[in-house]
Every structure is written in C-alpha cells, then in structure tokens.
C-alpha cells in the first residue's frame, strides 16, 4: 500500500547523478543511459504524471572532449568542463525525447535564482509554464558561472529545492546505490533500508560519501539532506539506481521510499528553512527564546541582546540562543545599521524615543520559522 505514493503521484522530480549518465571518469555522455532515462519519463507521462529532470552530468560530459581523465579539482577547469558538456548533455536529451515527440528544454539555476524571494518565484513561474505546456525541464546547476560561494553544492539538494519549487508529489533520486543501508554497502553485514518514515530513525546510520566513478559530487548524506527537505514539504522522496528506476517508479518493492511527513509546513515557511540564505544574526536572550519555541509569536526588540553582520531590512537573518545555537530564521524589518540602538527596549519606548515607525517588530511571526 505504501507504494501507492510512488505510483499515484502526479508531479515527479527526478534527479539523475553524473555517475549514472556517463560511468567511469573520462568516459563521456553515455547515450543509451540517458534513453533508459527518458524512457521512463515518457512511461510516466503516458499514465497522466508531470515531470521534471533534474540532470547532472555537464562536468562529467566535458571531460572526454577536452582530454580530461578524471574531474578537475580547479573551479576554472569544471567551468570550462561544465561549458563544453552543458550543450552535449542537453542536445543528447532532446534528441532522446524526440522520438516521443516530447519537447525538452534547458534549465540552468543559480542559487540565487532560489534564495532570493523574487528570483525563486520567478524561477517557479517559469516551471510552471513548461508544465502547463507540456515541456519536460531538465534542470542543471549553472556550473559554468558557479563559484564555491553561490553554489549549491550538488544536485541533490537542488533537486529538493526544484521539488519544493513546483509543489511535487514525489521526488526521485536516481545514484550508483541501489538504496539506502544500514552501514556503507561495501561492509558485509550492510542490511538494505525497504521503507524510512521518520528521517530521526537514522540517527544511528553510518553515511557514506561520494561514490566511486570519479566523476559525482555527491553522497549519502546530501541524499539524506534532500529527504529532510522534500519530506517536510509533504514530498515523498524515493532512492533507486538507474538498473532499478524503471521498475521502482512502478511501484515495485526496489529502493528506498521516504515517507512525507503528515503536516506540511507553508511555502513560505519551506522557503526560509531550506532555500534562503542568512545575511546576519541576532542574539536572543532566554526569555526571547523560550517566546519563539514556546508561543509562537513575533520577535521583538526588547528580547535581542546583539546583533552580526550586515543587512538590510527584508534579507534573511538567522535567530540563535545565547549559546549561539541557531534556533530560526526570519526576515528582518530594519537594516543592520538602525538595530544597535533598539536592543533591549520596549516598542512603546522606541515609539516614544525614535519615532512611530519603529514601534513594530524586528521579525514578523509570519516571516519566521523555526530550525530546531
């Protein structure tokens, strides 16, 4: 029964890792790996289902053209990789997708296309309208321009991200491991996980790290990371490798299947926790602490005791205890110039001192969510 998440979802997300697509480093763009993909996507069209792709591979199909052995370590070396494979990757989609007489079309996203409020809507609308037109995205990170700064990281977070962008059912992540396990696959006593339906039941799992192809950036634990993300916003996540997709994505006992959890948080909320980026911080007292956790009311400025960084007001802050454990984060009312001189005080006292525009609070409970 629990299957039926797999098979009764009408938006997909499925991200392929570069391992899949291309095997061993140097070895360039497998073409018939990426027909097996399509394949399944066109499957899934055929029985009512959206989808969207979420590819990597751009690096890894730039290697062989430019002589390459094994993916570079330099950033200026994956960029010009990445600019090489990027056009490969795509032509190669399209043409697979055409003798289903499906249109594909290219999407390539920074971070900031998602950690910035107006980029991410915009990003959201675009989608959306490849949707409603019938189009498959395939979606990359922007390697090409990408620095370590504004990168994502690897592509299962972004494809978390694109799941919580376009309000998928499911998100399927395709790897060079067939499903998740108890110990690293390759120790004996390694025990196949079927089913996962509350992420703290990992707790005690030993995670392994990139793969072994040469080629992937990834890990279990950005697999796992990619759960918490989609799981918490009412997105089932699946785990199968490529052998398998075809058969898991029919509902048949293959991988791992992430349960979504019951209560969804709101977009917004999603937003904030998972996809924007903190410009500073503000010091809480405990009392202000035990507000946010207990109450869940605004912050206000009689509560903070310091504030980090530099922003403006409506950037992204992070909210942390004493200790400096972060506990949320929200969007500020007032730039980080105006704030020093708030701490500590009653809004009816900054009314009184400062002005009427200063009786409101730092962060709207509205624009808040909390992490912990």
């Known amino acids: 029964m629990s299957r039926k998440l797999i098979t009764d979802a009408k938006r997909i997300v499925i991200k392929i890792g570069s391992s899949s697509l291309t095997g061993k480093a140097g070895s360039g763009l497998d073409a018939a790996a990426v027909d097996r993909l399509v394949d399944v996507v066109a499957d899934a069209r055929a029985r009512g289902a ?22 570079p370590k330099d950033l200026s070396t994956q960029q010009a990789a990445a600019s090489v494979g990027q056009g490969l990757l795509i032509h190669r989609y399209t043409e697979s997708f055409a003798r289903y007489g499906i249109t594909a079309s290219q999407v390539l996203l920074t971070t ?70 108890d110990a690293p696959p390759s120790e004996t006593n390694a025990k196949k996980i079927s089913e996962v339906k509350d992420l703290s039941d990992l707790s005690e799992i030993k995670l392994g790290g990139a793969g072994s192809s040469g080629v ?35 509902g048949e006992e293959c991988g791992t299947l992430f349960f979504p959890k019951d209560s969804k948080n709101n977009a917004r909320a999603l937003w904030l926790a998972h996809a924007s980026v903190s410009s500073g911080k503000l010091v809480l007292d405990s009392g202000a602490v035990k507000a946010l956790l207990e109450k869940n009311v605004s912050l206000l400025p009689a509560g903070v005791t310091a504030v980090e960084g530099t922003f403006d007001a409506g950037e992204t802050v992070d909210l942390v205890d004493p200790h400096g454990q972060i506990i949320a984060r929200g969007i500020i009312n007032f730039a980080s110039d105006e704030i020093p001189q708030m701490l500590g005080r009653s809004t009816k006292e900054l009314a009184a001192t400062l002005g009427a525009e200063f009786e409101r609070e730092l962060v709207h409970r509205d624009d808040l969510v909390i992490l912990n």
């Open 50 to 71: 959206e989808v969207l792709v979420v590819s990597s591979g751009a690096i890894a199909a730039g290697l062989a053209p430019l002589g390459l052995q094994t993916r």
């Open 112 to 181: 900031t296309d998602v950690v910035r409020r107006s980029h991410y809507s915009n990003a959201q609308r675009a989608l959306f309208k490849l949707i409603s037109l019938g189009v498959v995205p395939v979606i990359n990170e922007n390697d090409t321009v990408g620095t370590s700064e504004i990168r994502f990281g690897d592509n299962d977070r972004l494809a978390a991200l694109v799941a919580l962008l376009t309000q998928a059912d499911l998100l399927v992540l395709v790897s060079d491991i067939d499903a998740l396990y």
């Open 216 to 250: 992937g950036s990834g890990g279990m634990v950005t697999k796992i990371e990619a759960a918490r993300i989609a799981t918490s916003a009412g997105t089932a996540m699946l785990l199968t490798s490529a052998e398998d997709l075809a058969k898991s994505i029919k």
